[in-house]
């Protein structure tokens, strides 16, 4: 199993790069888990035994389960990254604000185009922290929404693959 780390949330390349690991990971455990399901199934079927159907009904209890602690983790983190963006974005526009104030304060030509080239080399600067912002935020939420479904079908892969 793939652990982020502190190192992983700084570097959005990293956390995306683990997010697409956990995923096939999950794919991969998924495979096994329905081919051992379906072929359990089949095999029984109509006769049933008490185990085969507690596998059957627990195979639809865990995707509602999943599905449902997904979604909060998901919403919560939601939550959090709506209100730091929103943060993040008034401390911009209040930058902005004060560096323009300043450059319509300029005396001379020269401050007013050092000024300008200031202005421009911060906007640069923040529209780039939070493009960076934006997608460690979203690759985070992307993983505690992964977290449960990833761990149930690595577990049920592992205990049927047991069998």
Known sequence: MIVPNAALYANPFLLWTNIALRSAEMMWASSQVIGHRTSRILQAHPNYSVSDRREIVLMGQEKIEAGYESAIAMSGGLVKMTLELGMFGFRQWFAGATALASMAM????????????KLFREQATRSAVAATRLSSSVAQMAHHGLKPIHSRATKNARRLGKR
């Open 106 to 117: 300029s005396r001379t030509a020269s401050q007013y185009s050092g000024h300008q080239a």
